[in-house]
Nanobody, 126 residues
Framework: QLQLVESGGDLVQPGGSLRLSCAVSGGSLESYTIGWFRQAPGKGREGVSFRRSDGSTSYADSVKGRFTISRDRAKNEVYLQMNALKPDDTAVYYC????????????????????WGQGTQVTVSS
């Protein structure tokens, strides 16, 4: 059973940076597609960034050029580096996983993922 634990959320000023971590246990992340989602108050959960099992990555238009997804194979962790943060980035951020390589059209659907972390709060405010 795969387990995901997010960390790194915090209160940060607009324009600041944060790095979120997703620690994966119970399986090698190299065999999984990993996604970062976020959910703002009163809104649905939306896809932010994805790393498929083949190493390819995808980003939501709203975060392109500001966010970067990466992984540390030795630590079995996935990261989301977030720069130039905006108040609209305020949300609970979740990592999610599914075994194998999802086709691009399926990356953005929460139904595609079998495993979820508990979430970490990111607040962007002055």
């Amino acid at each position: 059973q795969l387990q995901l634990v997010e960390s790194g959320g915090d209160l940060v000023q607009p324009g600041g940076s944060l790095r979120l971590s997703c620690a994966v246990s119970g399986g090698s992340l190299e065999s999984y597609t990993i996604g970062w989602f976020r959910q703002a108050p009163g809104k649905g959960r939306e896809g932010v960034s994805f790393r498929r099992s083949d190493g390819s990555t995808s980003y939501a238009d709203s975060v392109k050029g500001r966010f970067t997804i990466s992984r540390d194979r030795a630590k079995n962790e996935v990261y989301l580096q977030m720069n130039a943060l905006k108040p609209d980035d305020t949300a609970v951020y979740y990592c999610a996983a599914v075994r194998g390589r999802l086709i691009i059209s399926r990356l953005w659907s929460t139904d595609s993922y079998d495993y979820w972390g508990q979430g970490t709060q990111v607040t962007v405010s002055s």
